[in-house]
């Protein structure tokens, strides 16, 4: 039964945090925890009386269910990602050419590849060793990572989701990217274009759009955003430009200041992979919004979900280091206790 209580509490606290703090990776961790403690649960109780499950056809799709849930979060998840990672690295390598940002998913597809196939086929990971105790190490801190990104990924789509089109906005701020001359480019397009369907279906709400000028840029983001925004048939009046913003905390610091109602309920719009990052900076900042994700090719978005995961373990790398340091000394006190 302790496994069934387990899953209660971090259902419990899922739900908490959902009411509460749902600009949150825990939403995702918790979530992702609770699959997993139900799957135990689910999996020692069927050990435990295989007649009663056999007999009990509801109980036995949900085993099943979870089961498939665990494998693939277990074993299809890291697998899966890491093709997608490969075949997207290597499009956005021939499309945009050899930059550190730009080889983040190929790096870390070739390293799920070394570690789940290369390694083990090379020699005997069960066999006591230094080698195979630094296989294990590797492959403890890469499940960290995989379950990280895993709860990353997953609190984003959580913050994404809103069974109601109209949300009371009074704002809709469309965070900026560049521009190629006077013309949006197609990523920062799919921001407007989603940021313009937010605000009509927000009725009385007011546009923002965000963004500074570049050096090579002939005009700020946030005016070639509002131009175009204004040609396809938002009312100019509608339409505020913010164009001194030079990165993401500006955005939405000098965008809160254009604000003149009291306490306004705004949205943030940008690329699907930037949302919760772009949330947590918002949450940081005090800023009361909620997120809206556009969508974006699939080659580039999973190597721009890499570097918003890189700065969002950038932000929390103090959290982040402490957990490692945790990991590594827990590993270290197993080995000194079982070294055979």
Known sequence: MIWLYLFLISFAMWLIVMKAARRSVQSGFLLLLSILLLGIFMFSWATSDPEWFSEHLLFHLLLDLELILLAAILIVYPLVLGLLFLVGGVIILKREGLRFTNVLSVGLALALLLFDIVIPWLFDVMKPGI????????????LYFIFQLASFGLAGLLNTLHIKKDQHLDYVVVLGCAVRGE?????LKSRVDKGI???RDNPG?????SGGQGDDEPLPEGRAMALYAISVGVPSEDVI????????????LLSSRLMVRDKPRFALV?????????LLIARRLKLSC???????????ALNAFLREYAGYFRDSRKKRLLHLSLITALYMLFLLTFPG
């Open 270 to 278: 940008t690329s699907s992979y930037h949302v919760m990052r772009s």
């Open 241 to 252: 430009s913010e164009e001194q913003s030079r990165s993401t905390e500006e955005n939405l």
């Open 131 to 142: 080698l195979t105790y630094i296989y294990w190490y590797m492959t403890l801190i890469s």
């Open 183 to 187: 013309k949006l480019t197609p990523l």
């Open 197 to 199: 369907s937010v605000y």
């Open 290 to 300: 909620i997120g809206y994700g556009a969508r974006t090719k699939l080659y580039f």
């Open 205 to 209: 709400s007011k546009l923002i759009m």
